[in-house]
T-cell receptor
Framework: NAGVTQTPKFQVLKTGQSMTLQCAQD?????MYWYRQDPGMGLRLIYY???????DKGEVPNGYNVSRLNKREFSLRLESAAPSQTSVYFC??????????FGQGTRLTVV | ELKVEQNPLFLSMQEGKNYTIYCNYS?????LYWYRQDPGKSLESLFV?????AVKQEGRLMASLDTKARLSTLHITAAVHDLSATYFC?????????????FGTGTRLTIIP
């Protein structure tokens, strides 16, 4: 019972490099999310997808793009990484009126 | 814009004592969630509160929701070391018509023997 799976778990990038964080869920949830977690700031929503084929900006979308590839998969892309994007990234999924289930997180460092 | 505030941000308490964490939010919502996070780990769902007056209990933790006051509480009874963690509340932004959680900044709880 995998739940929400994120890859990779750790990543170091140089400033200006690009990368894609992958997320997949096996719970048949319609909604998926990407959050970033920084010390003292809780979790901030980057993008979310209410259903397959739709995506919307969250609180901190600048510098990121997303793709809802199908119902299971929701990827987050950094086109040109910046040190300010050093953070822990969490993918989550949910259904209406139920709790969100989180992946194990990706610890990203941009140098 | 929805604001979710937790207090205290840090809490150090002795084993066996009782305490309450507060979660205030700024806009109408009747869907509130509590999560626990251990250091370096992911978030684990604790409670789902879906209506005014909802109360849920699990072991030494009890959560309640007052939608009129826009307030949720997480009460800890007779704390034990295993409860040391960071606790987050999250509120659903109802007006969007779908799940879109906004999180509080978290309460880091340390239980001292």
């Amino acid at each position: 019972n995998a739940g929400v799976t994120q890859t990779p778990k750790f990543q170091v990038l140089k400033t200006g490099q690009s990368m894609t964080l992958q997320c997949a869920q096996d719970m048949n949830h319609n909604s998926m999310y990407w959050y970033r977690q920084d010390p003292g700031m809780g979790l901030r929503l980057i993008y979310y997808s209410a259903s397959e084929g739709t995506t919307d900006k969250g609180e901190v979308p600048n510098g990121y793009n997303v793709s809802r590839l199908n119902k299971r998969e929701f990827s987050l892309r950094l086109e040109s990484a910046a040190p300010s994007q050093t953070s822990v990234y969490f993918c989550a999924s949910s259904e209406l009126n139920t709790e969100a289930f989180f992946g194990q997180g990706t610890r990203l460092t941009v140098v | 814009e929805l604001k979710v505030e937790q207090n205290p941000l840090f809490l150090s308490m002795q084993e066996g004592k009782n305490y309450t964490i507060y979660c205030n939010y700024s806009t109408t919502s009747d869907r509130l969630y509590w999560y626990r996070q251990d250091p370096g780990k992911s978030l684990e769902s604790l409670f789902v509160l879906l209506s005014n007056g909802a109360v849920k209990q699990e072991g030494r933790l009890m959560a309640s929701l007052d939608t009129k006051a826009r307030l949720s509480t997480l009460h800890i009874t007779a704390a034990v070391h295993d409860l040391s963690a960071t606790y987050f509340c999250a509120v659903d932004q109802e007006r969007f018509g779908n799940e879109k959680l906004t999180f509080g900044t978290g309460t880091r709880l340390t239980i001292i023997p």
